[in-house]
């Protein structure tokens, strides 16, 4: 008899039970808190299951491609240093280069046919993706060509509520949100200004419409259908205290997995120290009574391509033309096992 997992799946002709995944069974934390039971169609659990980020069974069987056609972004946060022409560097807001729509389309295409193991496309930046006209051009593009094939999109969340529709109509069904805080004193020490609807609102004021727009984001988010992932930069003596009532927060709002980044110092937080490994697996089993913790997180750049432990973007041609051939042969091994 399988175990009941964190999410209860009921099994019928149109639901299907998400598999259990290593790592993501029991919670670790001793804390008591009520099973959170939400319901997944098919074509939801095929996305869960073929997305890399989603799934710990998926990372090494499915790759995604970021496509950096978003350089603007609509806030500043303090450990956020953004690099439109960084080649050697892996972390988020950084990309070899910042790529047009037309030129994103064809990377994507091109990209597909030589490494038929990617299933996801996705927009994470440079900037805020729903900030940047370009990211719905770039979109609109890849939904013309590739109809049925799902998109991701990550976001900071300030626009999320205005822009929902628009993603949806464009074929968006995984979608990350970044929410450090739900206490705008707390936000107000990581984020030093937002700027949203032509004002600049600086600290704890800007914190409050950008904490309000994301729940509200979230929430719309997942009652279309979206599954929705929360990206929490984890900051000691800022918000380490404070990741298990974003965790409470958006387990209320049917997130179904929740990412725990340790900060990369950099910025205005260059002199603030990155958590240890042990400090971040304890905010990680604090949260995973409440919302479902992934444990697999490289901090992708932002024109990363590939396994999530094997990025292209940072290989060799060389390196990269093996990775083809093996694809290939995978491709054609599985064909004639299915025959």
Not at 135 to 143: D, I, P, Q, S
Not at 253 to 281: C, D, H, S, W
């Amino acid at each position: 008899m399988t175990k009941k997992r964190d999410i209860n799946l009921k099994k019928d002709s149109k639901v299907a039970a998400i598999p259990k995944e290593k790592g993501m069974g029991k919670p670790r934390n001793t804390n008591k808190a009520k099973k959170q039971k939400y319901t997944f169609d098919k074509t939801q659990y095929r996305i869960i299951a073929e997305h890399p980020c989603y799934s710990e069974r998926a990372r090494h069987k499915f790759g995604r491609m970021h496509l950096a056609v978003a350089p603007n972004c609509n806030i500043q946060c303090n450990f956020c240093v953004r690099d439109f022409a960084c080649v050697n560097e892996t972390r988020p807001g950084v990309t070899a280069e910042v790529l047009t729509p037309s030129q994103a389309f064809d990377k994507a295409k091109q990209t597909l046919k030589e490494y038929p193991f990617i299933k996801v496309i996705g927009i994470a930046g440079p900037g805020e993706p729903l900030a940047n006209e370009e990211t719905f051009k770039t979109m609109e593009l890849l939904r013309q060509e590739f109809p049925r094939r799902p998109f991701c999109m990550s976001t900071n969340g300030l626009l999320l509520p205005e822009k929902l529709a628009e993603l949806i109509r464009l074929g968006v069904a995984t979608l990350t949100v970044t929410i450090n805080a739900v206490d705008p004193e707390i936000q107000g020490q990581i984020c030093a200004h937002i700027v949203y609807e032509g004002k600049v609102y600086k600290k704890a004021k800007g914190a409050r419409i950008q904490i309000k727009n994301q729940l509200a984001g979230v929430e719309a988010a997942v009652k279309a259908g979206l599954v929705v992932k929360i990206n929490t930069v984890l900051i000691p003596g800022i918000n380490d205290k404070h990741v298990v009532e974003i965790a409470k927060a958006v387990r209320k709002r049917g997130v179904y997995i929740m990412n725990i980044m340790p900060l990369i110092p950099q910025g205005a937080f260059a002199t603030q120290r990155a958590p240890t490994p042990k400090e971040r697996q304890a905010a990680q089993d604090a949260c995973e009574p409440y919302v479902r913790q992934m444990r697999h997180c490289r901090q992708c750049r932002s024109d990363a391509y590939g396994y999530i432990d094997q990025d292209l973007s940072q290989m060799s041609e060389e390196r990269r033309k093996m990775v083809r051939i093996e694809a290939k042969a995978k491709q054609i091994f599985l064909k004639e096992k299915g025959n």
